[in-house]
């Protein structure tokens, strides 16, 4: 699999705006001749085509290298020696590229990734097992809700996650939203002092609600670094615009 296979925006959802703008187009345009109401069809086909032109250029952006170095800035916060050693926890793993870059840094860290790797998405468990294998790593993976994570408190050393928590729904009868339990997930596996990097739509109200919920659930960390990853990395537009990576933050931090 080539770090083109998964950009974090599935090619069916791509064609699926462009389907549905091109059959309101088609809708208002042809429609439209024979009865002229239906030329109103032509604003929602306008709007979709425009929201596919932004997730496909965003998504040429990601797979021309632009994951990749998100990638890379993970692991350089993180900053582990060559011989560093200890148990990582990827959630939302994707097809493994963030494990396979912390292995390359630290070959001698064992390597956990979990993902639900719902149909919707171009990549699969037995997808990243064979990329691991492939380079002669050790990794596990599983099958796995990021907001109910199925470990035992204080399971790994380190955790690390890129664009998955904003994914994450609640279930029926939680008193907090999908992406605020993944971060706190994420903190309970983690081990008193071990560290984590987070990279997430963490300034998007939309998301995580107002700004004091997350920080309530970041009270259990502290060493906190919250870097917007437009700016720290200097991303193009359209990828650092407010419905791509506009609202992304990078925070790092140590659990207390």
């Known amino acids: 699999m080539t770090t083109a296979a998964a950009d974090w925006i599935p090619r069916r959802r791509l064609w699926f705006v462009l389907a549905l703008a091109a059959g309101f187009a088609l809708i208002g345009g042809l429609g439209g001749a024979w009865r002229a109401p239906l030329f109103v069809f032509l604003l929602p086909a306008a709007a979709l085509a425009w929201a596919g ?3 496909a250029s965003v998504r040429r952006q990601l797979s021309g290298g632009w994951r990749d170095r998100i990638h890379q800035a993970v692991v350089d916060r993180l900053d ?3 011989d560093a050693v200890g ?4 959630i939302g793993c994707g097809d493994a590229s963030l494990l396979v870059a912390m292995w390359q840094r630290s070959p001698g860290v064992s390597l956990t990734g979990v993902d639900y790797w719902g149909t919707g998405w171009d990549f699969a468990q037995a997808a990243c097992e064979a990329r691991l294998a492939e380079l002669g790593a050790a990794g596990t993976f599983r099958r796995m809700d990021a907001g109910r994570l199925e470990f035992e408190d204080a399971s790994f050393d380190l955790v690390v996650s890129v664009m998955c928590f904003h994914e994450v729904r609640a279930p029926k009868g939680a008193h ?5 339990l993944a971060v706190g997930e994420a903190l309970r596996v983690l081990r008193p002092g071990g560290r984590f990097v987070l990279v997430d739509r963490f300034a998007a109200p939309g998301d995580y609600g107002p700004r004091e919920r997350l920080e309530r659930v970041l009270t259990r960390a ?3 670094s919250v870097e917007p990853l437009a700016k720290a990395l200097r991303l193009p537009w359209p990828l650092n615009s407010a419905r791509a990576m506009g609202p992304v933050e990078m925070i790092c931090g140590r659990k207390i």
């Open 53 to 55: 032109f932004m997730m």
């Open 80 to 82: 582990l020696p060559r």
């Open 87 to 90: 148990r990582l926890l990827d």
């Open 176 to 180: 907090e939203r999908g992406p605020l």
């Open 222 to 224: 502290t060493e906190l």
